[in-house]
């Protein structure tokens, strides 16, 4: 399987601050046919399910805020939330969707400074 | 309105069974995939299953011979029979809809389920 590990476990971050998070998957999630990689970023705000922000590393999801973008390639990516937001408050996963079983990391808790 | 609802949850004893179902509206369920995600309490996700719209089923492996996903597209809806419980099957189950890239862009609300002697 696919071990996705993310960094930091969590983070505070002032309020129009930039705010990183990291993910690492132990083997390439790159498809050669199509060159994408297959990495996806959801936000979960408690008590509610999760939301896809962003899929294969960069592609924004429809509705999603252009403060949040994706980036990297091979094994290495960064979800960057561009100057924080107080509704932004959740716990961020990345899941790789490019082999079964399609393994999440284990969350990052976003929190305000 | 895109919407998947789920049910069937409940308190279960270990070895015990449930079915949970989760249906879906506001687009072409026949064409969609279809997967179930976990969430232990106060836990991160776990992908559980994928029910491909060709018939193919995928599982995590600590579920494979006792979890078993299905769907009816003729009543929108998706299930997954839960047999040989264990405690540490209990967690928040959640379905969701596939995005086209094997992402989730639509999940459900959740239905509980509780393995306890």
């Known amino acids: 399987d696919i071990v996705m590990t993310q960094s930091p476990d969590s983070l505070a971050v002032s309020l129009g601050e930039r705010a990183t998070i990291n993910c690492r998957s132990s083997q390439t999630i790159l498809y050669d046919s199509n060159n994408m990689d297959y990495l996806a970023w959801y936000q979960q705000k408690p008590g509610q399910p999760p939301r896809l922000l962003i899929y294969?590393?960069?592609t924004r999801e429809s509705g999603v805020p252009d403060r949040f973008s994706g980036s990297g390639s091979g094994t290495d990516f960064t979800l960057t939330i561009s100057t924080l937001q107080a509704e932004d408050v959740a716990v961020y996963y990345c899941q790789q969707h490019y082999t079964t079983p399609y393994t999440f990391g284990r969350g990052t808790k976003l929190e305000i400074k | 309105q895109v919407q998947l609802v789920e049910s069937g949850g409940g308190v279960v004893q270990p070895g015990g069974s449930l079915r949970l179902s989760c249906v879906a509206s506001g687009f072409t369920f026949s064409s969609s995939a279809l997967y179930w995600v976990r969430q232990a309490p106060g836990k991160g996700l776990e992908w559980v299953a994928l029910?491909?719209?060709?018939?193919?089923?995928y599982y995590l492996d600590s579920v494979k011979g006792r979890f078993t996903g299905s769907r009816d597209n003729s009543k929108n809806t998706l299930y997954l029979q839960l047999n040989s419980l264990r405690t540490e099957d209990t967690a928040l189950y959640y379905c969701?809809?596939?995005?086209?890239?094997?992402?989730?862009?639509?999940w459900g609300q959740g239905t509980p389920v509780t393995v306890s002697s």
């Open positions: 969701a809809k596939d995005a086209g890239a094997f992402a989730m862009d639509v």
């Open positions: 294969w590393a960069s």
């Open positions: 029910i491909h719209f060709d018939g193919n089923k």
